[in-house]
């Protein structure tokens, strides 16, 4: 690889530095010219660092603000690896080349140029042949062309639509199970509260009892029972002082909808409190009836 330290045009017209700055293949006057593949390449209105040649591409560093015009003699045909920065291209039976303008925010960016042994002109003749007439899509562009193939069309990017916003939830999407977890919840606070020395009002309580009441205990439960039923029961021992457990499935706020091992022992101790027996934890007709009259 040949690499050339390129310099601004302006700095040519200083004594000594074209013919300091030429490199093997490369020459440097008011352009810049290299050998490629075979064809000479000319680099004209370049303000760019650096250009480093190879047998059949050249790398060139494109930094804030630089800019270059790049042509064919022979009209051999040019493909590039990014088009971040291109300004126009032409690729037809008349010339190849092409220019890029970076702007002055851009990152600086490596462009490797392969200069090909295709002449536009066959590659034209061959792509109208093949598909009637319609090719010529510029150089290293996705898309055919719309004939000559020799003017670049804007890509303008499209901004995806933004997301929907969800709808927010109606009462009735609300499941009872998480309308007696908040209940409990704030049963818990008012239960701390009042052991600090404050309190709320009656009828505050009455109405946070009137949505953590059981409705419709119509069988009986034990260890393996599951069913939104259990899930009430656990609410209900948890909001009068039975807790399942402080933390994890059961606690207040999590509880579950299967009678397990820790619902039987709450339970249980609900029922020696309130003279229920056998206080052995099965939820039967007689626990039933305390629970219904006890809301």
């Known amino acids: ?10 700095a040519l017209l200083l004594p000594g530095l074209a013919l300091a700055a030429a490199y093997n293949d490369v020459s440097l006057d008011s352009n810049v010219v290299l050998s490629v593949n075979g064809s000479t390449v000319n680099v004209t209105s370049a303000t760019i660092p ?7 591409t050249f790398d060139v560093v494109l930094g804030p603000g630089s800019s270059m015009t790049i042509s064919t003699s022979g009209g051999k045909k040019m493909t590039y690896s990014d088009s971040s920065f291109l300004v126009s291209n032409q690729c037809d039976g008349t010339a190849s080349a092409f220019t890029m303008t970076a702007p002055s925010d851009a990152a600086t ?4 140029v392969t200069v090909t042994s295709t002449t536009c002109a066959d590659a034209t003749t061959s792509s ?3 598909s009637g007439g319609g090719g010529g899509a510029p150089v290293g562009l996705l898309g055919g062309g719309g004939g000559g193939g020799s003017t670049l069309t804007s890509i ?7 997301a929907p916003t969800p709808a927010p939830a109606s009462v009735g999407s609300v499941q009872p199970q998480e309308i007696l977890a908040l209940v409990t919840q704030l049963q818990s606070l008012i239960q701390l509260l009042e052991s600090l020395g404050g309190g709320v009002s009656p009828e505050t ?42 933390s994890g499935p059961g606690s207040p706020g999590n509880e579950t909808s299967r009678f397990g091992g820790l619902t039987r022992a709450a339970l249980a101790k ?5 003279g229920i027996t056998p206080s052995v934890g099965y939820f039967g007709l007689k626990t039933r009836a305390f629970v219904n009259a006890h809301p």
């Open 1 to 10: 690889m040949k690499k050339l330290i390129a310099f601004s045009s302006v």
């Open 50 to 56: 650096e250009i480093t040649v190879g047998s059949s």
């Open 109 to 112: 960016t490596t462009i490797t």
């Open 128 to 130: 109208s042949s093949s």
């Open 156 to 162: 303008v990017p499209t901004t995806p639509a933004p």
């Open 205 to 246: 309580k009455a109405l946070l009892n009137s949505f953590s009441a059981p409705v419709g205990f119509d069988r009986d439960l034990e260890v393996g029972s599951t069913g939104d039923d259990v899930v009430a029961l656990q609410v209900y021992l948890n909001a009068h002082g039975y807790t399942l457990a402080s």
């Open 270 to 274: 609900f029922q020696a409190d309130n």
